[in-house]
């Protein structure tokens, strides 16, 4: 549902700070990388942080925005403020169950029913139809009849009390009928590792990996509604201000599926080392990469035919994350939000760009005026049967306005049949001669057609 009424936000603009750590850049375009960077912290459309690296060496660093902020303090981001960095907590779980298969003290065909039998489907579930999330279980973060996600999200959960919403929830699908993302998948295998080796997950992650490639601000969370340290809170934009998000979820509840906090150097330190054989050996990481249906064993398929990478996203009530590896290239890019408008998929698919020295123009957010002939063309009525929107765009003043379930929208123009809504933080973009209406939102995107 689109969520025109996202709760009221407040801002401390003045403290919106940007911080900038340039190192000898190599083939990286840092200039024009500053220049996105600085654009999007200009116009409120993004905080948070983001490191490059090339043949292992961390080339470019930038961060923008704030880590706390309250009505009597604010207090800005730095290289050191760290992130929860969501699922892909589940990279770093594939990587120690691999370890443990090196070990032979696990194999991609043991199946679940081996450590945990009365999961449904466990006997014809195999560890590596989890890791390729092809298992079919149900998803313990779903929000249906059975599971209520949200009502729980913030209050500690035992494994067993875990495992029963698995089990109490029909499975999606059968084992290995197709691939389909789902926390259940990685969370039960941190509990498989625990089991294997009588030890909990936060050591396991310090000893297998922490310790081995030095991360100094990386760490398994297991706080709930209060943040600590070097942690950061994330933030919405509403009303033209930044205001402090949702109650935030409790970490050890996601376990292998997502309960690492950490930051964009760090996560350049752990990729790098993976693919360095640090971790584990060439012949896992192969297995890893390998592609069935488009899923991987803990990671995933990025950038392009000419420049492929691998990597994982990871998002988490306010907070979203990536990092990603090119081989040829031995870049690495990792970045980390708390503040989300502008979506980080775009934000990322610029920087790609600018490292790989491709075709890009950095956007302005700059407000065009158009006349009223030129709005002409874009007002009538927008909807979409799937999703039960409907719009209806009109000019005033020389202006574009969206109505939607009883709210008023005034769109900017900013080239290209694209619009903003500055106050919300809605992009909007006409195409097909404008009997297509695309509504971006930083979780959603929805597809509209004029009647």
């Given amino acids: 549902m689109l969520n025109i009424m996202k709760l009221p936000r407040l801002v401390f603009l003045c403290a919106f700070t940007i911080y900038t750590f340039q190192l000898p850049a190599q083939t990286i375009n840092s200039k024009r990388l500053d220049s996105l960077f600085d654009v999007l912290?200009?116009?409120?459309?993004?905080?948070?942080?983001?490191?490059i690296s090339q043949n292992g060496k961390v080339v470019y660093r930038?961060?923008?925005?704030?880590?706390m902020m309250n009505e009597h303090d604010t207090i800005p981001a730095s290289e050191k403020t760290e992130y929860r960095i969501g699922s892909i907590t589940k990279m770093f779980t594939a990587v120690m169950v691999f370890q443990l298969i090196e070990e032979h003290k696990l194999s991609l065909n043991d199946t679940l029913a081996k450590f945990f039998p009365a999961l449904p489907n466990a006997h014809r579930i195999t560890i590596e139809l989890m890791l390729r999330h092809r298992s079919g279980l149900a998803n313990f973060t779903n929000n249906n009849n059975t599971n209520h996600f949200d009502d729980w999200k913030d209050t500690p959960k035992t494994h067993?009390?875990?495992?029963?919403?698995?089990?109490?929830?029909?499975?999606?699908?059968?084992?290995n009928a197709?691939?389909?993302?789902?926390?259940?998948?990685?969370?039960?295998?941190?509990y498989i590792i625990e089991k294997i080796t009588k030890k909990p997950y936060r050591?396991?992650?310090?000893?297998?990996?922490?310790?081995?490639?030095?991360?100094?601000?990386?760490?398994?969370?297991?706080?709930?509604?209060?943040?600590?340290?070097?942690?950061?809170?994330?933030?919405?934009?509403?009303?033209?201000?930044?205001?402090?998000?949702k109650k935030p979820v409790y970490l050890d509840d996601f376990g292998g599926a997502g309960a690492i906090v950490s930051t964009p150097h760090d996560m350049l330190k752990f990729i790098n080392g993976l693919f360095a054989y640090k971790l584990v050996s060439k012949q896992s990481l192969d297995q890893m990469k390998t592609m069935v249906d488009g899923y991987g064993m803990g990671m995933f398929p990025y950038g392009s035919q000419k420049h492929p990478g691998f990597g994982h996203n990871g998002k988490t009530e306010g907070f979203a994350s990536s990092i990603s590896y090119y081989p040829a290239d031995k870049l690495a890019i990792a970045y980390c939000t708390n503040g989300e408008v502008y979506s980080k998929n775009y934000i990322l698919d610029g920087v790609r760009a600018i490292c790989f020295k491709e075709p890009y123009s950095i956007p302005t957010f700059t407000t065009l005026k158009l006349?009223?002939?030129?709005?002409?063309?874009?007002?009538g009525t927008y909807s979409s049967g799937s999703d039960g929107i409907s719009v209806l765009c009109t000019?005033?003043?020389?202006?574009?306005?969206?109505e939607t379930r009883g709210q008023k929208l005034k769109l900017?123009?900013?080239?290209?049949?694209?619009?903003?809504?500055?106050?919300?933080?809605?992009?909007?973009?006409?195409?097909?001669?404008?009997?297509?209406?695309?509504?971006?939102?930083?979780?959603?995107?929805?597809?509209?057609?004029?009647?």
Avoid at 41 to 51: D, E, R, V, W, Y
């Fill in 203 to 245: 050591e396991l992650l310090n000893e297998q990996i922490i310790k081995k490639i030095d991360l100094k601000n990386t760490y398994y969370g297991t706080n709930g509604s209060t943040y600590v340290g070097n942690e950061c809170a994330s933030f919405k934009y509403f009303d033209y201000k930044w205001t402090k998000d």
């Fill in 178 to 190: 197709k691939a389909d993302y789902n926390n259940s998948n990685y969370l039960l295998l941190g």
């Fill in 41 to 51: 912290a200009k116009k409120n459309l993004a905080m948070g942080s983001i490191a």
């Fill in 62 to 67: 930038k961060v923008i925005g704030n880590a």
């Fill in 371 to 379: 006349s009223d002939e030129q709005l002409d063309q874009y007002t």
């Fill in 412 to 451: 900017d123009a900013m080239g290209d049949n694209k619009f903003f809504d500055s106050r919300f933080g809605f992009f909007f973009n006409f195409s097909e001669g404008n009997k297509k209406l695309r509504i971006i939102d930083v979780e959603d995107e929805y597809q509209l057609e004029k009647k």
């Fill in 160 to 175: 067993e009390e875990l495992m029963a919403m698995i089990s109490a929830q029909k499975p999606d699908f059968e084992p």
């Fill in 395 to 402: 000019k005033n003043e020389g202006n574009l306005w969206l």
